[in-house]
């Protein structure tokens, strides 16, 4: 959205609202202006403390001074649809389902009245740009801090493998139901040193310690070429070390969508979620889904009651031919990342008729 919104408008100012902790996943990208952090911890509770109120009255007042022409509402949230009421932008766009009547601040809801909604969550996002007839511009690229790229290099310099094949492994989640379970992936260990990799490197943030423990436990840091960086990194380091790495595996979590937008080959283990709607955006070849839900079914992965049982279906044999399979392609695809386009949508330049004076995407 924000790549297609800068070759409509080259010359507009525009400004990203983003959670303050992943302000540096963004804050970095050449076709935006300004990163507007939220502080969504410090604000919680306004309600309750006149200090986060009255801070929280000061970030709103802020928006609406900046006086921007158009806002896109791509999380569709409440709190993210009153960002977009706040701005009292005269255009605001935003997804027709959103919820938590986060539709009431918009001025147009996409997809228009009687349209199917996209399925993918990246389609629906890009259905946005349909109500101000920008076209999509298919470019998926992120982009890391050049002091974080060399804070990694220095790291592996520094420790004995400036060089090397290695594989990123991604085995945490928030959400029980969404992780493979960490006795398969200390299985994949052996295998995939066999296949050529020097070393494997386990990410995950600091809350994330002890889903792992397991791993380490089996294969100590340096031992078959194990590195531990779990809670070591910061976000931007994260994606330094993905950026970079020859593989990532992954359950449905931030790293598999980071390793995406640097067009890293990648296996994404699914479970209770439908790639169809959140998988790994037109790599749907690289999906591993070992339970497949019946015509209707509806799963809520934050139903305690899961478990991981789902992920269970998926087996270390499965994964690791997809990982074969994978590799082995990897050799014939272009660097270049060509993801599907929205239907419909074309990828020449827009040619509008009046340009907006500033924009927001939230």
């Known amino acids: 959205m924000l790549v297609s919104l800068r070759a409509a408008f080259p010359d507009a100012q525009i400004d990203w609202v983003v959670q303050d902790d992943f302000v540096a996943a963004v804050e970095s990208h050449p076709a935006v202006n300004r990163v507007i952090s939220f502080p969504r911890s410090k604000l919680a509770g306004w309600w309750r403390s006149p200090r986060s109120f009255l801070h929280m009255v000061g970030w709103f007042n802020r928006l609406r001074r900046a006086r921007y022409d158009l806002v896109l509402d791509g ?15 005269p255009q605001r766009v935003g997804i027709r389902t959103a919820r938590e009547f986060a539709w009431l601040a918009y001025t ?8 199917p909604m996209p399925v993918h969550t990246v389609d629906q996002m890009l259905s946005l740009l349909s109500a101000i007839d920008v076209p999509v511009a298919a470019d998926m690229t992120l982009h890391v801090n050049p002091e974080q790229r060399e804070w990694w290099r220095t790291r592996r310099a520094a420790e004995g493998w400036p060089r090397g094949k290695y594989a990123v492994l991604a085995p945490t989640s928030r ?38 423990r397991q791993l380490f436990v089996q294969h100590k840091p340096g031992v078959r070429g194990m590195v531990d960086l779990v809670g070591q990194t910061s976000i931007a380091q994260t994606m330094a070390v993905i950026a970079e790495a020859d593989l990532v595996i ?80 990897a050799a014939g695809r272009e660097a270049t990342w060509t993801p599907k386009l929205v239907a419909g949508e074309e990828t020449t330049k827009a040619k509008p008729e009046a340009r907006p004076r500033r924009e927001a995407s939230s």
């Open 75 to 89: 999380q569709g949230l409440g709190r993210s649809g009153l960002m977009a009421l706040a701005t009292r932008a």
């Open 108 to 115: 147009r809801r996409m997809p228009a009245e009687g349209t």
């Open 175 to 212: 959400w029980l139901s969404k992780r493979w379970p960490i006795d398969r992936w200390v299985q994949l260990v052996s295998p995939l040193g066999d296949r050529g990799f020097e070393k494997l490197v386990v990410i995950g943030s600091p809350s994330e310690q002890e889903q792992v």
């Open 250 to 329: 992954a359950n449905d979590s931030a790293p598999l969508h980071m390793a995406v937008g640097f067009n890293r080959n990648i296996v994404a283990l699914f479970g209770p979620t439908d790639p169809a709607e959140v998988g790994p955006y037109g790599r749907e070849e690289s999906v591993v889904r070992g339970y497949c839900p019946s015509v209707g079914e509806k799963i809520n992965f934050k139903n305690s009651k899961l478990g991981d049982s789902l992920m269970r279906f998926i087996s270390t044999a499965s994964v690791l031919q997809k990982v074969d399979q994978v590799m082995a392609a």
